[in-house]
Each structure stands twice: as C-alpha cells, then as structure tokens.
C-alpha cells in the first residue's frame, strides 16, 4: 500500500510559475512511476506528465515546452512538477497519480494523492 502526498499550488498572476511536488509513502524498497494529472469541474481528468523510476520523463504536447518533470534526488519517489509561463487556463486541481514500476510500461493511475488547487489570476 502507497500514501500520495502533494504539495505546492496556491494562486499565481499570468505568466509566473509554480512548483508542485508529489511524494509517494510505501515500503521503502519498493519503487513508482510517479505522474501529475489536473481536472477542471465538470471535464475529464487530464493527463499533464509522467515520470518513471529511472527518472525518464514524458509531457503531454499540450504543456511541453511550458511543464517540465524530474525527480527529487534528495526524496526517494518524489517527482516535481514545475510549471512556468502559466495562463488563466491552466488553473484547476493538480491531482498526483502512482503505480508500483516494475521496469516495464508503468502508468501512475492506481494510487492517488487529494489534489492541490492551482489559481491563475489574469
């Protein structure tokens, strides 16, 4: 069993940045592919950006460019999220997802973290 934890979020003008951080609490010996995920009210859940535990990193076109993801050397399975230029369109919750990676395709949408906010004001 695995425990999401994220943090970060908060308000932010146009064109600024934030950080969100996403760690993953489960036995220490084992290892996730961690993901970040944001829904608007009353759309799908989108997918932002993944990172597997070699630290491979894969962003959706969509943020690319604008959204980059790594890992936290200094926290075993931690991964940031650090998003710059953002837009009024960005804002929504950011949801951190996890699934154990067993070195194959792993796909972070089996545990998941509460979410944090993300404003954008204009």
């Known amino acids: 069993q695995a425990h999401v934890v994220e943090s970060g979020g908060g308000s932010v003008q146009a064109g600024g940045s934030l950080q969100l951080s996403c760690t993953v609490n489960g036995p220490p010996d084992k290892n996730y592919c961690i993901g970040w995920f944001r829904q608007v009210v009353g759309k799908e859940r989108e997918r932002l950006a993944s990172?597997?535990?070699?630290?491979?990193?894969?962003v959706e076109d969509a943020v690319k460019g604008r959204f980059t993801i790594s890992k936290d050397d200094t926290r075993k399975n931690t991964a940031i999220l650090l998003m710059n230029d953002l837009k009024p369109e960005d804002a929504a919750m950011y949801y951190c997802?996890?699934?154990?990676?067993?070195?194959?395709?792993?796909?972070?949408?089996?545990?998941w973290g509460e979410g944090t906010e993300v404003t954008v004001t204009s």
């Open positions: 997802g996890a699934d154990r990676d067993y070195g194959g395709h792993c796909i972070p949408n089996y545990y």
């Open positions: 990172i597997d535990k070699d630290g491979h990193p894969d």
